[in-house]
Every structure is written in structure tokens, then in C-alpha cells.
């Protein structure tokens, strides 16, 4: 392996030293063996309890130096200066076999000095549903976080009642967050903001660098400018992920915005069954400001928070630095409008867009919505539609002309149109429903062979497999009552 603690060399600034709290009874769930070959752990030298020693936190690994990082953070749009891990603890980074540098994190690990009056721990299910949610993502295409492992520790955690505990690892890109530049631009800490910067660009952009050359490892105004920029690009293709198959994060607060562009934390998220753009399921979005249909507006709205961090590295004026942002601001925009309408298209099947595809895509969502229709079920008919006319009956007869249209648009090459829209309309997706029962399952009974059927098709969310239809079904009631909830 091959080990390294940039983000500890940063210094006391950035983190605290801090050591997981041991756990009485480590015993390894979950284990996610193609991505420990990927980071080049060699794991088949190791047998499981020494696994479990490891990813609970209760035996280091040599080379690593647990830290807990500093971060602040807009909390649904209110300012708290002062977050941190509270419950995890970064070990230090792994360079995969691709040459990439990748966090490695427990979570659920102990209290660190920034826990505050929580306990550091994590409940079962929701370590759980983290590796299910990010190992499903995964295999849709969408940027986001690993599950490396899920380890039981034999003690309990009390929520509203006591819950079996877990430990779970998260590999990252990285854990830099827009909260993490808010800490120090709070602080007006500049020179702490000024290393982070750099730190940031060497490990995520250093082709940043390289198109400065001339600046010779400064901050000048045109790099911090460029940086930003390509934090926001980042954004767009993680937000259109999240749209194409009907993803709610459910607490888009910017301590939870990465600048890698992936997706962290599986808390309160939840799929969307019935297309609504306001369905919302976290129990702490009361009035739905992480709604279904606003995220793209929310990380909008967190790119300018960022935005605001960096105004003193662009220029010692607050208002020509804020005159240099806008526009890149306004790009972003302009830039989630135009892809979110393009990946609307290829989920039609539909290449080079015409404004009256855009009159197209916007009827369909409406008529969505009007009807109340299943938001992956009717994009899977309309994919199969293409190959198989006794579809179309049944279309018609909910999208009426519109179908038409559709079919109209498509009919110079309905091949080429199939195999756009099997490529970004999965067959499946984890529909709360059956993630729900699956961690009651494994929670009540210990047996987790049910999570490993669930996670067999979830891995190949674009194929039909024997199983798939287990888990197409939408839910009866529409999860009308179903409430999702923050794992502290």
C-alpha cells in the first residue's frame, strides 16, 4: 500500500490530532474487496477479525495518523462557524492503482474534539444504508464516495432507542468541503486559506498549475479564478447525476458540498418514485428547501458561498473581486441549465437538441407530474418502447399526444434513440421501500443475505437480470408517510 497524511501535514490549523475510540466486540458485515484491490490493500493476508481490528479504528495501520478535520458550514442556509468531525476520523490517504490519491475515513468512530455533546458513534442502519446507497450510485454512473467496510462493534448506540453499532469507511477523493475554505474565511484567516488553496489544486486540478506556470506556485488572481471555476464544473455532471435517476440528497448544507464534485453523506437521502419536483423525505428539510427540484438552484447557491471565500485571494477590493466572480457564476448557471435539458433529451433518446425539444422535455415533466407517474417506470416503458409496439397502447393512452410527438422526433433512427436511452434510464434503482426493509432485516435478524441480493442487482442497474423485477416495483402507498433521518 501505498500510504501518505497529506492533509495531517497541513497542520494544527486543519485538524486535530485525535484517535478513534476503541469498540468492544469488532466483527466485519460488509467488506467491499473490488475496491481494497483497487487501493492495493492486501487484504487476502489478512483474516477478518484482523480486518475488523483495523476498519473499527481499534489498531492502526502503520503510516496512518488519525486526525479529525476542521470545517464550518451553512446548516439549511444558517451559518454555524464551528462543525469539524465529530463522529470520524481521516486515517490518511491510499494512491490507487490508477495513481489517484484517495481519503480514507472511519465514521462512527468515537468522539474527536469537535463532537460537541455527541456521542461519535454510528447506529447499524445507517452505515448500512451508506454502503448500499454509495455502491448503487456507483454503479449508475454517478460521482460519489465509497464503502470500503462496515464493521459491527458489540456495543449499542442510543438514538431514540438503542441500536446495534457499526463503524463504516469511506474512501473520498478527498474530504475537502465548501465548509472546510468557510472555516478559515470566517476566521479571516487568510494564510491558512491561501494553503488550503494550494493544497486543493495540487490534488485535485494540478493541471491548474500547469496552465500557470508563469505565476510560479503564487496565488495570483487568475489562477484562484480558474480554481473556482473548476470546483463549479465539478458540480454540474454530480447535480445532473442526481437528477437523471432521481436522487435527493436531502441536506445539501455546504459542509456536506464536496469540491471533488461527489456525492457525501447518505443520511437522510431517499429515491423519488411519483415525479414531484418538491418531493422531499428528510424529516429535518421541514419546509423542503432540499427538495427534489431545487437542487440544482441549492448548488447554485452553495457555489456562491464558496465563491465568497476565495473574494481575498482574488483582490484586496471586495468589489472587483466580486466584478472578476459573477460571471463565473453566471456561467455555472447558464452551464446546469443547458446540461440538465441535455440529459433530459438523452433519456429521450434525443441527440442534437432543437428548441422544440425543449417544448418537448418541458411537456413531458409536466404531464409527470400531472399524473402522478412513476419517474424510472415511465422512462424504462418509453426506452422498451422503442424496440417493442405493444408498448404503445399503454402510452398513448397516459401521455396521449405527446407520445406522439415523441415518436415522431425519434423515428429516424429508434435503434440509435434505444441504445441513448438504456444508457442513462436505469432498470432498476434502490427504492427506499425495499433499502428500508432490508435494513430492518439485517438489523433485526443479523443475517444479511438479503443485503447481498438487493446489492447483486444494484450493481447493475442497466441490465436485466433474473432478479431485477424483485425490485422495480413502486410502492404501494407512493411512500406518502416514509420520512428518512440524519444518522447522529
Not at 497542520?11 to 478513534?20: L, V
Not at 461519535?120 to 456507483?138: D, N, Q, T, V
Not at 442510543?158 to 468541503?177: D, F, K, L, N
Not at 433518446?349 to 415511465?378: F, K, P, R, V, W
Request: aromatic share 10%; charged share 20%.
Amino acid at each position: 500500500m501505498q500510504i501518505s497524511t497529506q492533509y495531517f501535514q497541513l497542520g494544527k490549523a486543519f485538524s486535530e490530532r485525535t484517535s478513534p475510540v476503541p469498540v468492544a466486540k469488532p466483527e466485519l458485515l460488509l467488506f467491499n474487496k473490488v475496491l481494497a484491490s483497487e487501493l492495493k490493500i492486501p487484504y487476502e493476508q489478512y483474516d477478518d477479525e484482523t480486518i475488523a481490528q483495523y476498519f473499527s479504528g481499534n489498531q492502526i495501520i502503520k503510516g496512518f495518523t488519525p486526525i479529525a478535520q476542521a470545517y464550518s458550514g451553512h446548516q439549511f442556509g444558517h451559518f454555524n462557524p464551528q462543525l469539524g468531525d465529530g463522529r470520524a476520523h481521516l486515517l490518511g490517504e491510499l494512491t490507487d492503482t490508477t495513481g489517484q490519491i484517495k481519503d480514507i475515513q472511519l465514521k462512527g468512530s468515537g468522539v474527536t474534539q469537535f463532537s460537541r455533546r455527541g456521542d461519535g458513534r454510528c447506529a447499524l442502519g445507517p452505515a448500512l444504508r451508506e454502503y448500499i446507497m454509495s455502491e448503487a450510485m456507483f454503479a449508475l454512473g454517478v460521482p460519489t464516495t465509497r464503502c470500503l467496510a462496515v464493521v459491527a462493534t458489540g456495543e449499542q448506540v442510543y438514538r431514540e432507542r438503542p441500536y446495534a453499532g457499526a463503524v463504516v469507511t469511506r474512501v473520498a477523493a478527498s474530504h475537502i468541503r465548501v465548509g472546510t475554505f468557510q472555516y478559515f474565511a470566517a476566521r479571516k484567516d487568510t494564510e491558512s486559506l491561501n494553503k488550503l488553496t494550494h493544497f486543493a489544486i495540487a490534488r485535485h486540478f494540478p493541471e491548474i498549475e500547469k496552465e500557470h506556470e508563469s505565476s510560479q506556485g503564487k496565488l495570483s488572481s487568475e489562477k484562484v479564478l480558474t480554481f473556482f471555476n473548476a470546483v463549479a464544473q465539478k458540480q454540474i455532471p454530480l447535480i445532473i447525476s442526481w437528477m437523471r435517476v432521481g436522487f435527493i440528497h436531502g441536506v445539501m448544507n455546504t459542509d456536506n458540498t464536496a469540491i471533488s464534485g461527489e456525492t457525501i453523506d447518505f443520511g437522510p437521502c431517499a429515491m423519488m418514485n411519483n415525479y414531484h419536483r418538491d418531493t422531499v423525505f428528510s424529516s429535518i428539510d421541514k419546509y423542503g428547501r432540499y427538495a427534489f427540484g431545487e437542487q440544482m438552484t441549492i448548488m447554485q447557491w452553495n457555489m456562491t458561498r464558496f465563491a465568497e471565500t476565495l473574494l481575498p485571494l482574488v483582490s484586496d477590493d471586495e468589489e472587483q473581486a466580486v466584478e472578476l466572480m459573477q460571471p463565473l457564476l453566471t456561467k455555472l448557471h447558464q452551464n446546469l441549465t443547458d446540461n440538465y435539458m441535455k440529459m433530459m433529451a438523452a433519456k429521450l433518446g434525443i441527440t442534437n437538441m432543437t428548441s422544440e425539444d425543449h417544448t418537448l422535455i418541458s411537456a413531458l415533466i409536466s404531464l409527470l407530474e400531472e399524473q402522478a407517474l412513476d419517474y424510472t417506470q415511465t422512462f424504462v416503458k418509453l426506452t422498451q418502447s422503442t424496440l417493442d409496439e405493444s408498448l404503445h397502447h399503454e402510452l398513448k393512452a397516459v401521455l396521449g399526444q405527446w407520445f406522439e410527438l415523441w415518436q415522431k422526433r425519434i423515428a429516424v433512427d429508434k435503434t440509435a434513440a434505444h441504445a441513448l436511452m438504456a444508457k442513462n434510464n436505469p432498470l432498476v434503482i434502490p427504492r427506499n421501500h425495499h433499502v428500508e426493509s432490508v435494513l430492518a432485516s439485517c438489523q433485526e435478524s443479523g443475517d444479511l443475505s438479503s443485503l447481498h441480493a438487493l446489492l447483486s442487482v444494484l450493481k447493475q442497474p442497466y441490465q436485466q437480470l433474473e432478479q431485477t423485477i424483485n425490485y422495480q416495483d413502486a410502492p404501494i402507498d407512493n411512500d406518502e408517510n416514509y420520512h428518512t433521518f440524519c444518522g447522529t
